[in-house]
């Protein structure tokens, strides 16, 4: 009988590491799930994978992993994907998003894994380069998209040095059930939903005509998790997720329908970012075949309904900010308001009352 592979997932508890582990379990994989809970959450993590609470910064930690399992294949999803914001964490960034993925990338090489299978992302390619296909001279604009484009020459040398296989994706605007909608920097589709179930107005930067093909996280995990039985795939990228942009202006339409809330939004000051960014998939569906893909109505309706069905999240603020200056002031408000909240409790013991 052959062995059932081994797999780590990486940020398995988070949005789109849990539903790629689910994958790799109806593949009859066994699975290890690594994650800091950081920002996913212990009920992402499939019932029938292990589960380790640790950081992939945690080198000895991780060296310990691969002695006691001996992984076939590891699917890297950790990351903290906030392509705005890293501008202003650039320390945090490289630390959890280059030096975390080289400590695996190290471990993987010293243990002999079969394939190193990579979640990057459309960052890499920088502005005005729509549709952006995977041949393009990467120019990332953001350290976000940097980092992700330094791992993956790392996966490449490291596979021309030690003979370390990889499959690289770049998905891009992924959205869906579990996803983490108490995130204010990042994935927008959460942030209108929470916003609307709080009755506030969801809040676009600009003027919205921004466009993106936002995707479904069935139309990119499945892609994912089966990437390691496609040979001819190895050491090589692929652009992965939806083919149909649309402005944020019309998504947040089709969430309020889907929330079933009026469709009220603020608009704030534009902030640094690619106008226009969306991708080609040629190449995807010539390695891994053509596939149905959900769209935006049905993806954002079947999101909205498990959303409804766990409620709305505490927007929490990034407390750890490195660079204050040039940030949206709307981050930078948050960030004020949420340290006046914090001192309310000392105010109290005074004699003042606590506004709650």
Known sequence: MTKAPTSLVTGGAGFMGSHVAEHLLRMGHNVVVLDDLSGGFRDNVPANAEFVQGSILDHELINRLFDRHSFDYIYHLAAYAAEGLSHFIKRFNYNNNLIGSVNLVNAAVNHGVKCFVFTSSIAVYGAGQS????????????????????????LRVSHEMFGLDYVIFRPHNVYGERQNIGDRYRNVVGIFMNQLLRGEPMTIFGDGLQQRAFSHIDDVAPVIAESVNFPAARNQIFNVGADVPYTVNELAKIVADAIGKPCNVTYLDARNEVKIAFSDHSKSEGSFGSRVKTTLSDGVHAMAEWVHAHGSRESCTFEEIEIAKNMPPSWIKARSDRSAKEQEPALAVKGQPRIS
């Open 131 to 154: 549709p952006m296909s995977e041949d393009m001279i990467p120019v990332p604009e953001d350290s976000y998209g940097i980092s992700k484009l330094a791992v993956e020459q790392e």
